[in-house]
């Protein structure tokens, strides 16, 4: 039988473990506490300094680049627009009458705004370019001219994003086994900023396409062949 003083004794070893484990308890949740508070206050901070919403990945996944709205240029430069515009330009010139539609519908596909391809294939279907080709059975290939540079004409917002119209001169070849024919002509390009994904890193697309035939005589100049114009927003 426990004596009086034994119980008392335990009795207070119990109430001292119970005030130990209230006294971490507390001590704990006041830590949790205090580490939440700093993991938000950390996770503001570098939100605030690299708001996520700024920047977004390539298809390089060690590759991150910055966005801007589409009424601001960004980080587009007058180099990467022409660059894009001769790229495009080339493209639609280098075509052959067997796998021509294909060609045009893949450029289309990951370079034009809805209106500027339905413009530019109405516009081609009508045109003695693909005519030609088709009947002739031509392939083309084209060139920038020697000697002559692509360039940014005008710049700024219209229709409430920005736009640039870049001038590219290219020489375009129409053979076949027996035949060659060079023609000179002048591409004006209608770039437009649209909305950054991983495919389309810069925002740009293209909305318009104009093409005129380059005479012997510079001031002289043939009607257009081909024309995509832009509609009003």
Request: proline share 3%; with cysteine; charged share 25%.
């Amino acid at each position: 039988m426990k004596l009086q003083a034994d119980i008392d004794v335990e009795m207070q070893v119990s109430d001292s473990l119970a005030r130990n484990q209230k006294v971490v308890f507390g001590l704990s949740v006041f830590l949790l506490f205090v580490v939440i508070i700093a993991n938000i206050q950390v996770a503001s901070a570098l939100l605030n300094r690299f708001p996520l919403r700024q920047y977004i990945y390539t298809q390089n996944a060690a590759a991150v680049c910055t966005f801007a709205p589409v009424e601001e240029p960004g980080i587009v430069t007058d180099a990467i627009v022409t660059n894009f515009a001769a790229g495009i330009a080339l493209e639609l010139n280098s075509l052959d009458f067997a796998n021509w539609r294909k060609d045009i519908n893949d450029i289309m596909d990951a370079s034009f705004t809805k209106r500027g391809r339905l413009a530019y294939l109405e516009a081609l279907d009508d045109s003695s370019i693909l005519k030609t080709v088709l009947q002739e059975r031509y392939a083309m290939a084209s060139i920038i001219r020697e000697d002559e540079m692509v360039v940014v004409t005008a710049k700024g917002v219209d229709g409430g994003r920005y736009v640039w119209r870049v001038t590219v001169p290219v020489t375009i070849g129409y053979a076949t086994d027996k035949d060659y024919r060079p023609e000179n002509r002048d591409l004006e390009i209608i770039v437009v900023r649209a909305p950054v994904t991983a495919d389309n890193p810069y925002g740009l697309l293209i909305d318009a396409v104009f093409s005129a035939q380059t005479l012997a005589n510079d001031s002289d100049r043939a009607s257009l062949a081909v024309t995509a114009e832009r509609d009003q927003p």
